[in-house]
T-cell receptor, first 111, second 111 residues
């Protein structure tokens, strides 16, 4: 079992719709969770971090965390073609000596 | 530019040659991570420095790989006797506390 699991997709949504990306993790000691966006051929860019159960909103992005279910999600409202990218979920162990990454979910937003 | 800087951005080398990559972290960031990423996969952890101390090293990392962070500032990653399987994007990330930020990456092609 990988430490962080994501559905590889691709996830296709029409422009203006809500995109929902999901992630599960195995280390119950992980307390912080991160979403990175990666455009093709580029490096990952941090877009959201969440530390507490519940929702965290930043503009069109909402991260959701459920530690009991070991589940993290990212919602993108009013999806735009420029949101088309691979979204990586990351979770470090408590000592932050590394970040475990999922394999990423590829999102396609169709105009 | 105050982000993480990696050099070179691209490197083409012949099998069997040695290569060295450099990473300059964000100023005052004490944590530095090296990752490797191949097409369609999430970043794979290689090694971690806290200041100048190398505190974690992936078991997947063969003895052909070595990393240093003298004086706790920039870091270098050397690959000796490169193999075609070493072709990948090599990513460096730095962190002061919890959130980690990536550089642009070095794309290595071994021919």
């Amino acid at each position: 079992q990988k430490e962080v699991e994501q559905n590889s997709g691709p996830l296709s949504v029409p422009e203006g719709a809500i995109a929902s990306l999901n992630c599960t993790y195995s280390d119950r000691g992980s307390q912080s969770f991160f979403w990175y966006r990666q455009y093709s051929g580029k490096s990952p860019e941090l877009i959201m971090s969440i530390y507490s159960n519940g929702d965290k909103e930043d503009g069109r992005f909402t991260a959701q965390l459920n530690k009991a279910s070991q589940y993290v999600s990212l919602l993108i409202r009013d999806s735009q073609p420029s949101d088309s990218a691979t979204y990586l979920c990351a979770a470090p162990p408590p000592n932050f000596n590394k970040f475990y990454f999922g394999s990423g979910t590829k999102l396609n937003v169709k105009p | 530019d105050t982000g993480v800087s990696q050099d070179p951005r691209h490197k083409i080398t012949k099998r069997g040659q040695n290569v060295t990559f450099r990473c300059d972290p964000i100023s005052e960031h004490n944590r530095l991570y090296w990752y490797r990423q191949t097409l369609g996969q999430g970043p794979e952890f290689l090694t971690y420095f806290q200041n100048e101390a190398q505190l974690e090293k992936s078991r997947l990392l063969s003895d052909r790989f070595s990393a240093e962070r003298p004086k706790g500032s920039f870091s270098t990653l050397e690959i000796q006797r490169t193999e075609q399987g070493d072709s990948a994007m090599y990513l460096c990330a730095s962190s002061l506390g919890i959130e980690a930020f990536f550089g642009q990456g070095t794309r290595l092609t071994v021919v």
